[in-house]
């Protein structure tokens, strides 16, 4: 079965009727709402120059080129396996935690390249937050997960009214005031990713990666998190991996189109194809790849 398929039959996808026409073709309705963008991003807080992520010999994703936008919304989008996640952790050095993983080339976070000798990883993740597929709340309360990294980091600030902030921010407020003792495992799916969005918040990071944020959460919670993706994007540069299309259409301002190809030894190594405005990679892409994938004739 072809990814663009498996879309289809997402049961995490929004069931919109108007997100997927009976062809496969996707209706860009989404994206054509969008303001219109330049192709040169030009606020840039990340740039990538010829970046590849090995795992010991495996390498694992090539050569990428591109530049991250401020407070923008960007979107990796691609079958399985062609190394979306692993360039994402490369981005807060999270590979670093993976023995026999490296990154070659030069990724400048503000101008400064994040792998260089004296750069502290723990004060990169500080920074730049991560936020996973499965939302990972520490068995503790409501409260103790928002507090926890400030915490942890020493923050001198009045706890109580960071947490309602956070809290306030990440949409779950409302919800979960009368409750801030309870365990964060008694929240739904939904309330818990959010919450784990205001733990992220809390230590004041700039940007926020999320690995497919949705991917385990119902139609209605994606939707809720969509919406508070658009919102923190006034605040926080967000990089999303979404194997969703349609989510990449409805969120984000850019789009980056990773494949993998296979080498003589049979070997796949992921690579980006494409990298654009959302609207123009999904209504007039450059590539014939990315073409076929958004059309549905991938696989
Ligand atoms: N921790 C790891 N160790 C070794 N290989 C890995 C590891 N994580 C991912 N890979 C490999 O790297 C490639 C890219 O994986 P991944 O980044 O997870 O892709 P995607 O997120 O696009 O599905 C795949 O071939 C995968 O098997
Ligand atoms: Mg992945």
Known sequence: MSETMSE??????????????????MDVSAVLEGAEIPEVVSNIVFDLANVRVFYGDFEAVRDVTMQIGRNEITAFIGPSGCGKSTLLRSFNRMNDLIPGARVEGLLAYHGFNIYAPDVDPIEV????????????????????NVAYGPKVNGMKVNMDDLVEECLTRAALWDEVKDDLKKSAYALSGGQQQRLVI???????????????????LDPIATAKIEDLMKELAKD?????????????ARVSERTAFFTADVDAQGVRHGRLVEYGPTRRIFTAPHDPRTEDYISGRFG
Do not use: W
């Not at 205001?198 to 385990?216: G, N, T, Y």
């Not at 540069?237 to 349609?246: A, D, E, F, L, Y």
């Open 8 to 25: 289809i039959h997402d049961p995490d996808a929004p069931q919109s009727t108007s997100d997927m026409a009976m062809t496969g073709r």
């Open 198 to 216: 205001a733990r992220c918040i809390a230590v004041k990071p700039e940007v926020i990666l999320m690995d497919e944020p949705c991917a385990s």
């Open 125 to 144: 993740r500080r920074r730049i937050g991560m936020v996973f597929q499965k939302p990972n709340v520490f068995p503790k309360s409501i409260y103790e």
């Open 236 to 248: 926080y540069t967000i990089v999303i991996v979404t194997h969703n299309m349609q989510q990449a």
